[in-house]
């Protein structure tokens, strides 16, 4: 346990750093300023940690997480929000696995994990397996329109039960748990038609409120997300059996040792912040009921995946030996198959090993 701020206040660090791990960081930040006498405000309950897009993140040295809890706090403070900052900069700069705060623009909180935060997330997911992006909660659904809405609610309901536990939802005690009902033939046919895996994506990839439209047939390729993501989760697997057979296996290490143009630079952040968001993706998912959250971050993590087995191959090319770069890539490749096959559980969608 690290401290963060007064009171003994602390964080759990085990390796590797999450923004939904950060994020409860920057709460006992908040708390311990507010207990030291230094702020006066309502301690927030939930903290945004934002994985920046773009150039900005992670493998080139820069901003891997930003946070503007420094604004959302400022007006109960009094102060300004640049005030607010610094005043939690100095005790976020404590947390193990951060290498240096930034204050930026308004008063964000611009964070960079020091190289062995960043492998140490990756061997973290790893480790966790199916576990990675669940918070074990007590979530009973509660989708009281359901044996009027047919086939789409039900899935849904079925789907929302694993995604209210996933993402640590209590809800009352004795609420109402509603399974899928027995939806006729109407279920059957839609099946016949598109197969579970795709009626599943379709009918949960959809936001709620918007019109389902469903495809004439399943296409089974690229275009199509949900094969895309099936597919990118199949490479993943057979990266490890092709390194297997080669020798050597998954070594977590810096993002910044396993790449080194800015094309593969770019795959990288891309691909981190993917794997890094998937929790709080699962946690947001759950508070607002919307499985397609998750559907669309799988979409994210599959074409990361991809474009980074592209640019950063995880196998050696030719007479290439393999090498810790490869080990590295490695790892990533395995941590987003990690995220995928967790995700894919989650909306109750298949994760073949091959394609």
């Known amino acids: 346990m690290k401290p ?27 708390r311990g300023a507010v207990e030291d006498g230094e702020l006066s405000v309502t301690v927030p309950e939930r903290v945004v940690v934002r994985v920046p897009g773009g150039g ?14 420094a604004m959302q706090v ?3 403070a009094g102060r300004s929000p640049v005030e607010v900052a610094g005043m939690l900069r100095k005790r976020l700069a404590g947390v193990h ?7 930026a623009g308004a008063g964000f909180l611009n964070v960079t994990l020091t190289g062995g935060a960043r492998a140490g997330l990756v061997r973290s997911v790893l480790a966790q397996g199916p576990a990675y992006g669940n918070a074990g909660g007590r979530g009973r659904v509660e989708f ?21 536990s996933a993402g640590g939802v209590e809800t009352e005690p004795g609420g109402e748990t509603v399974r899928p009902r027995e939806v006729a033939e109407a279920w059957p046919l839609l099946v016949a038609r598109l197969g579970a895996d795709e009626a599943r994506w379709v009918l949960l990839r959809t936001a709620q409120g918007d019109a389902v439209r469903l495809p004439d047939r399943p ?19 057979a990266m490890t059996r092709n390194a297997r057979e080669l020798g050597f296996a998954a070594e977590p290490a ?20 993917a794997i890094a968001e998937y929790p709080a993706t699962v946690e947001a998912a759950a508070r607002h009921r919307a499985p397609d959250r998750v559907a669309r971050h799988l979409e994210v993590t599959a074409d990361a995946w991809l474009r980074c087995h592209d640019v ?5 090319v030719g007479e290439e030996k393999p090498s810790a770069v490869h080990r590295g890539r490695l790892a990533l490749a395995e941590a987003a198959g990690t995220v995928l096959a967790n995700g894919l559980h989650l909306l109750g969608i298949s994760t073949p090993d091959r394609l």
């Open 4 to 30: 963060v701020g007064g009171r003994g206040w602390c964080f759990p660090y085990a390796g590797g750093v999450t923004p939904a791990e950060f994020s409860r960081a920057v709460i006992c930040s908040v």
């Open 56 to 69: 900005s993140n992670g493998a080139d040295g820069g901003v891997d997480f930003a946070c503007g809890v």
């Open 74 to 76: 400022a007006k109960e």
């Open 97 to 103: 696995g951060v290498a240096r705060v930034e204050i």
């Open 144 to 164: 009281r329109a359901v044996e009027s809405a047919g086939v789409r609610a039900a899935v849904m309901a079925e789907a929302l039960e694993k995604l209210l």
């Open 219 to 237: 296409v089974q390729r690229e275009s199509n997300a949900r094969f895309r993501v099936q597919y990118a989760y199949a490479r993943t697997c």
């Open 254 to 273: 810096d993002m910044r040792d396993v790449g080194g143009t800015e094309a593969q630079g770019q795959a990288l952040r891309e691909l981190f912040a």
């Open 312 to 316: 950063c191959p995880p196998l050696p």
